[in-house]
Nanobody, 117 residues
Framework: VQLQACGGGLVQAGGCLRL??????????MGWFRQAPGKDREFVAT???????DYADSVKGRFTISRDDAKNTMYLQMNSLKPDDTAIYYC???????????????WGQGTLVTVSS
């Protein structure tokens, strides 16, 4: 499975962005992770094909993950963005709903989100 993420950019604090991740085939679980400069990659959100979702506490209530399985595409709607959300965002696919990056088999190339204060 190949994943292609897009939608990153520069936005002011309080603004919003929507990321997309297109998969070349069907996936069971798709998730978003992010890596800020000098920090480890961290879990953001994940969703199964049946709609079960999980969010990191830091984004809960601000970010929404969704999927269009007819298009093999996943989205991350990010609202009320904060400077701390600045990172490279990666999409990934796997077989299990998990917050652990090691359980994801395929990764996209990442898209940069920059939130200015």
């Amino acid at each position: 499975v190949q994943l292609q993420a897009c939608g990153g950019g520069l936005v002011q604090a309080g603004g919003c962005l929507r990321l997309s991740c297109a998969a070349s085939g069907r996936t069971f679980t798709m998730g978003w992770f992010r890596q800020a400069p000098g920090k480890d990659r961290e879990f953001v959100a994940t969703s199964t094909w049946s709609g079960t979702t999980d969010y990191a506490d830091s984004v809960k209530g601000r970010f929404t993950i969704s999927r269009d399985d007819a298009k093999n595409t996943m989205y991350l709607q990010m609202n009320s963005l904060k400077p701390d959300d600045t990172a490279i965002y990666y999409c990934a696919s796997g077989q299990i709903l998990s917050r652990g990056s090691l359980l994801y088999d395929y990764w996209g190339q990442g898209t940069l989100v920059t939130v200015s204060s």
